[in-house]
Each structure stands twice: as structure tokens, then as C-alpha cells.
């Protein structure tokens, strides 16, 4: 029930402002009818001047999804998108003003509607789009993380890293679009699990494949483990490829194994 | 940056930057050779939940990395809840609203130790219950929170031609009442006239083109009435050439030229 205030001078209620913001959200979100009485508006109708703050905010979450996924932009066109956004705004709207943090979900929510069915692996092309995003416009003086090896030794990674589970080839995809669309043709759209590392370099954000005893190693420990637990966890899920690790991760550019104390190069 | 264009000083939306990355490496690049204006438009200074004190932060480490010669947002609202609809909403000039938003100037005036410019927003409708005029309510905040304003004067055009007003009259207006020492910065901008369903006419601040002869002619007005004052053309969708951004604001520079402008550097102190 909304709360209300009086005015001094003629005891109208009116709406508190928390309230008065909460129902002027509501009316964008879902076209609700604004009662006229408490809005003015010019010769243009009060509904249609609504229409105007939804339009912006609509534009504004779109441009941001599009800034961030610019292949399934490519793919669906930009009319298409701009209705995926607008649908998305309101699903999930975003929570901040930083609206570098919004669409991690838009992914989960183009795997969930049913206008993208006919493309399968566009959910994986947003994700693979997002994690592009995110790692290329990450702090770049953050420390490493670092991982206890033994008493001596620690692990380095990158803090930019980031790992990407995929089905479809949404990297071959989004190279496709960048270099030449008549490539789309050749590419072979099965699904097939691929695991990918992402991290950012000096010459711009890198991105490999790896083998599955790495990504379970590297999944591991960003999830918190130890590296005797993820070094656990590799054997658990691929013994065959426990000896890829060596070149995937040890001897990666975006890993570095160093004295405990020494001071990163 | 290569040709290091003779542009005094450039403006850039701070939430852009908030996380470092490829874009703030640029924008490292142009900090270097000019001074530096960072615009807010997500504090959401009008919102009765408060502001976030995570953005707040986020502006104060902007603030230390870049000491910009100019900090502002709007006479807006964008969260509500947890939920923040990116836009400039309206506000209702009212004793409630200014209580708030002088709460939140206050707050993140405290938090990074600077002064605040507020920008008057451009308005499609206004509310019923408003107990004061803009050019009030403007005034008041300034008086209550020593912040100063940001002169929109695209946006006195499309408010005052959207509600059927004078924009000349509402201009004066906010000149007479915030008075000219408050006046610490100008913006300027092109805007799109459309059309709605039902045909009825109404004008859209875009930044997206030219400015136009009624706003050329309010900002003449303006600064002949509170002299010269550091002034940005703002131009974020349907990005021109560089050349016609530099035009615009030879335009204004040519206006501007009449009396001593005073650097931005000029509004640092609060």
C-alpha cells in the first residue's frame, strides 16, 4: 500500500517520492496506465511522453548489450537484437549504473526464448562475446592470482583469466563474422564440448583452447581450491590428459611459476 | 591524440571508466595532454533510496586518478530499489525531493572532497504536486548543498517546447534565481523533433545532430548576460566526423570570445 504524505496548504495526499519513483518504474516497465491527474504534459499526450523515458531506457540497455555482443548483433541484425533487448530490460533489468556490469544473464536468456530456437549456438556466441568483453576491458594493474605450489614455489595467473565452457564453435563463429562472413558456410556446426582459456595480454586479449584436465585443473582453482585439489580434480575428470597440463597451463603465457616473495617480472 | 586538436579541454561519461580497462587506457592517453571533465549519469542524486555508495566510490577513485577540472551529474533519478533504469527520470520539484537530493549532493560532495555541478535535465512531463519551478528548486539545492550548476541549455529548449512554455523565460528565469557564480559550466547539444502516435509533435534530446539556431540564440543570450563560461558540445549517438564536432565548438568559442574565459580549473575550489 503506497504511503502518504499531506501537503501543508490543501491536505491532498500525494505520493511519498519513494513510492511516486516506485510506481513511475512500474508504468515504464510494464506500459501501465500513469494516472493523468498526477503528471503534466504538453501538447503531447502524458502516455506518449512515457513512451519517450522507455524508449531511452530501452536504447540504453540495448547499446550496452550491443556493445558487449557485438557477433550475435551480426547474426541476428540489429532490428531482431533491439527486440531481444527490450525484452531483456524488462526480464532482468539492470541493478547499477555501471552498465559494464549488465548481461552477464543475456546469454541464459537467449538459450530460454523460443525466437532463437533456429539458432542454437547463439547462446554460446553471447557467452563467448560477454567473456571477450569482460576480460578486454578488465583492470589492468591488478596482481596476479597466485596459487601455494609447495614451500618455495607458487603459481601465477594472469587476473584477467577467465574459462569458457562451450558446445558450438561460437569461436570460429565470431572469427567468421570478423574476417569473412561467407565462412559461416564451412564451418561445421556439431555440438561438441570445448573448453577455452581467455586472459588479457600486453598485445590485447588471447584466447586458446585446452585440453579437459587443464580446464578442470584451472576451473578448480578459481573456484577456491588448493593446487593439490585441482590437481585432484584434473585426474578426476580426464587421468588421460593429466599430461597436457604441463604446456596448457604451466608453460602458458598467461601462467608464470615463481619463488614465494619474488617479485613479478 | 596524434594531432593533438586545439580543444581545450574534453568531457567524458565517468560510468565508461569505472573499470579501467582498454577504455581507460585511452582515456589515459587524452588525460595527458588536456584537462579532463568527468560527467556522471548513474549516481541517480534524486533517488529516496540514497545514492550507491559502491558508485560513489567508484567516482572517487576516477576523481584520484584523473583530478578532473570538472565533476557533474543530473536532477535525475535512475534507481529505484535494486533495480536502475538508465535514464535521466524526472523528478517532482518538491520539498521532499530537494530534501533528498540534497542529501545525496552532500553525501558525494563529502565522499570525494570536491564540488558537484548539476545539470537541469531535459523533461517530457512534469508532476502535478511540483511545489516550485525549476529555476526554484535549482536554486535552493545550490544554496543548500553549495553545489554548483551545469547549464544545460539544449535542455531548457526541449523541456520548455515539450510543455508548451517559453524556453527564453524559463531561461531567465534560472539565471535570475541561481544566479551567475553557481554557473560553472554549459552544455550544449542537438536534439530530434519527431512525431508520436498520435501525431503530436515533440522534441528528443539525442546528442545525435547539429545544434540548432534556438539554442545557438539561448546560449548567446546566456552568456551575455553571466559572461563566458567553459562550454561542451555533447554529442553521443549518430557520432559525426571529428571536423564537425570541431566546427560546433569553433562556433561556440567564436560566441564565447567576447569577454576573458575562465579555464575550468576556475570551478575546482569548493
Redesign the interface.
Known amino acids: 500500500m503506497p504511503r502518504c504524505?499531506e501537503?501543508k496548504w490543501n491536505l491532498r495526499p500525494?505520493l511519498?517520492?519513494?513510492d511516486?519513483?516506485?510506481r513511475?518504474?512500474e508504468a515504464?516497465r510494464t506500459d501501465s496506465a500513469w494516472p493523468r491527474?498526477?503528471?503534466?504534459?504538453?501538447?503531447?499526450?502524458?502516455e506518449?511522453?512515457?513512451?519517450?523515458?522507455r524508449a531511452?531506457?530501452i536504447g540504453?540497455?540495448t547499446n550496452?548489450l550491443a556493445l558487449s555482443h557485438p557477433t550475435v548483433v551480426r547474426l541476428v541484425g540489429e532490428s531482431f537484437f533491439g527486440r531481444l533487448g527490450r525484452d531483456y530490460a524488462f526480464d532482468a533489468?539492470?541493478?547499477?549504473?555501471?552498465?559494464?556490469h549488465y548481461g552477464d544473464g543475456f546469454a541464459d536468456f537467449l538459450a530460454r526464448d523460443a525466437r532463437t530456437h533456429a539458432l542454437p549456438y547463439l547462446a554460446d556466441v553471447a557467452r563467448l562475446d560477454r567473456i571477450l568483453d569482460r576480460v578486454?576491458?578488465?583492470?589492468?594493474?591488478e596482481p596476479p592470482r597466485r596459487f601455494v605450489l609447495d614451500a618455495r614455489t607458487q603459481l601465477e595467473l594472469e587476473s584477467s583469466l577467465q574459462l569458457l565452457e562451450l558446445e558450438w564453435p561460437a569461436d570460429e563463429i565470431r572469427a567468421a563474422i570478423e574476417r569473412d562472413e561467407d565462412l559461416l558456410e564451412q564451418i561445421d556446426l556439431k555440438p561438441v564440448r570445448r573448453t577455452r582459456v581467455v586472459w588479457r595480454s600486453a598485445s590485447g586479449v588471447m584466447m586458446r583452447p585446452l585440453g579437459d584436465a587443464s580446464y578442470a585443473f584451472l576451473r578448480a582453482l578459481l573456484d577456491g581450491a588448493s593446487v593439490e585439489e585441482a590437481f585432484l580434480a584434473a585426474i578426476d575428470h580426464a587421468p588421460q590428459a593429466v599430461g597436457d597440463m604441463d604446456q596448457e597451463v604451466l608453460r602458458a603465457p598467461y601462467a608464470r611459476v615463481s619463488l614465494i616473495g619474488e617479485a613479478a617480472s | 591524440m596524434r594531432e593533438r586538436p586545439a580543444i581545450a579541454w574534453f568531457e567524458v561519461h565517468a560510468e565508461n571508466f569505472m573499470r579501467g580497462g582498454l577504455l581507460g587506457e585511452d582515456l589515459d592517453r587524452i588525460a595527458t595532454f588536456y584537462p579532463l571533465s568527468l560527467h556522471a549519469v548513474g549516481l541517480s542524486l534524486g533517488s529516496a533510496g540514497g545514492v550507491s555508495a559502491e558508485h560513489v566510490a567508484a567516482l572517487k577513485t576516477l576523481c584520484g586518478r584523473y583530478a578532473p577540472v570538472l565533476i557533474s551529474d543530473h536532477v535525475s533519478w535512475s534507481q529505484v530499489g535494486d533495480t536502475h533504469w538508465p535514464d535521466l527520470l524526472p523528478l517532482p520539484y518538491t520539498e521532499e525531493a530537494l530534501d533528498v537530493i540534497a542529501a545525496n549532493v552532500d553525501r558525494v560532495q563529502d565522499a570525494i572532497g570536491r564540488r558537484l555541478l548539476l545539470e537541469n535535465p531535459s523533461v517530457y512531463v512534469t508532476f502535478a504536486d511540483d511545489d516550485m519551478t525549476e529555476a526554484a528548486f535549482l536554486a535552493e539545492l545550490v544554496r543548500r548543498t553549495d553545489c554548483g550548476v551545469l547549464l544545460d541549455v539544449n535542455n531548457i529548449f526541449v523541456s520548455a517546447s515539450n510543455l508548451g512554455r517559453d524556453a527564453a523565460a524559463d531561461l531567465r528565469d534560472i539565471l535570475r534565481q541561481v544566479g551567475p557564480q553557481a554557473i560553472q559550466e554549459i552544455h550544449l547539444a542537438g536534439h530530434t523533433v519527431s512525431r508520436t502516435r498520435s501525431g503530436a509533435r515533440i522534441r528528443v534530446d539525442d546528442h545525435g545532430s547539429r545544434i540548432c539556431e534556438d539554442v545557438w540564440n539561448l546560449f548567446c543570450g546566456a552568456i551575455a548576460e553571466i559572461g563566458p563560461r567553459p562550454t561542451l558540445i555533447e554529442w553521443d549517438t549518430n557520432i559525426p566526423e571529428f571536423g564537425v564536432l570541431i566546427e560546433e565548438a569553433a562556433h561556440a568559442d567564436a560566441a564565447l570570445r567576447g569577454a576573458q574565459v575562465e579555464p575550468p580549473a576556475n570551478a575546482l575550489a569548493r
Open positions: 504524505v501537503r500525494m511519498s517520492l519513494a511516486l519513483q516506485m513511475f518504474a515504464l491527474r498526477m503528471l503534466r504534459a504538453g501538447p503531447c499526450p502524458v506518449e511522453c512515457l513512451d519517450i523515458y531511452n531506457v540504453a540497455v550496452a533489468p539492470p541493478r547499477s549504473g555501471c552498465l559494464w578486454g576491458n578488465a583492470a589492468p594493474s
